[in-house]
């Protein structure tokens, strides 16, 4: 069964540093999505991207965070400079379109821990 | 705005008993409900969904759910619960043009032996 491959699984970084992790989504899948987890709640989404273009980047700080899709298929997102705050898990996540009806897959997720 | 609430962080149940997670939403427009589960230092993996074709819905590992729409609610269901089961659900939903999932909190699910 196909699946979202995500990496690394699990960094340690101390703040001010940069880090990055990658996410390679199902084959075929046009949409993809970077969503973080904070322990003990529901994820909430970062970015989606339909196949290079970012769709909805609303609620990604910015100042910090950057995504990029640069061929549509592989996506990035790095952190930099990364704040005790952005300690969570970050979900990588496709679809094969942007349909409500469509179903979401997730992949293992990324756990970061800032100290 | 679309928004889940699922209330309550952590349901207990023994094993062999009924699994009640409960999941009530708000939509202006006909929603798609979703309820992942999730495992310890896991991803989530989808359970079941709710895409209008049926309110009942039957999803893996035994679970169903049932789409209520007077009562906003898409509780989530089993009749006998295993010591497997145990891990972290979260109830979603989609509405509208927007493809955008959005979680409730989730329920921790302990069974107990």
């Known amino acids: 069964e196909a699946e979202v491959a995500q990496s690394p699984r699990y960094k340690i970084t101390e703040k001010s540093q940069a880090v990055a992790f990658w996410c390679d989504p199902i084959?075929?899948?046009?949409?993809l999505y970077w969503y973080r987890q904070i322990l003990g709640q529901g994820p909430e989404l970062l970015v989606q991207?339909?196949?290079?273009?970012?769709?909805?980047d609303s609620q990604l700080p910015k100042d910090r965070f950057s995504a990029e899709r640069l061929k549509g298929v592989d996506s990035t997102l790095k952190i930099q400079p990364a704040e005790l705050g952005d300690s969570a898990m970050y979900l990588c996540?496709?679809?094969?379109?942007?349909?409500?009806?469509?179903?979401?897959?997730f992949g293992e997720g990324s756990w970061l821990t800032v100290v | 705005a679309q928004s889940v609430t699922q209330l309550g962080s952590h349901v207990s149940v023994s094993e062999g008993a009924l699994v009640l997670l409960r999941c009530n939403y708000s939509?202006?427009?006909?929603?798609?409900l979703f309820w992942y589960v999730q495992y310890p230092n896991q991803g989530l993996q989808l359970l079941l969904k709710y895409t209008s074709a049926a309110t009942l819905v039957k999803g893996i590992n035994g679970f169903e759910a049932e789409f209520k729409k007077s009562e906003t609610s898409f509780h989530l269901t089993k009749p006998s619960a295993h010591m497997s089961d145990a891990a972290e659900y979260f109830c979603?939903?989609?509405?509208?043009?927007?493809?955008?999932?959005?979680f409730g909190k989730g329920i921790t699910l302990s069974v107990r032996p």
């Open positions: 084959s075929g899948h046009a949409t």
């Open positions: 996540a496709s679809s094969t379109a942007a349909f409500i009806e469509n179903t979401i897959y």
């Open positions: 979603a939903v989609k509405s509208g043009a927007n493809s955008k999932l959005t």
């Open positions: 939509s202006s427009v006909p929603p798609y």
């Open positions: 991207f339909q196949d290079e273009s970012v769709v909805d």
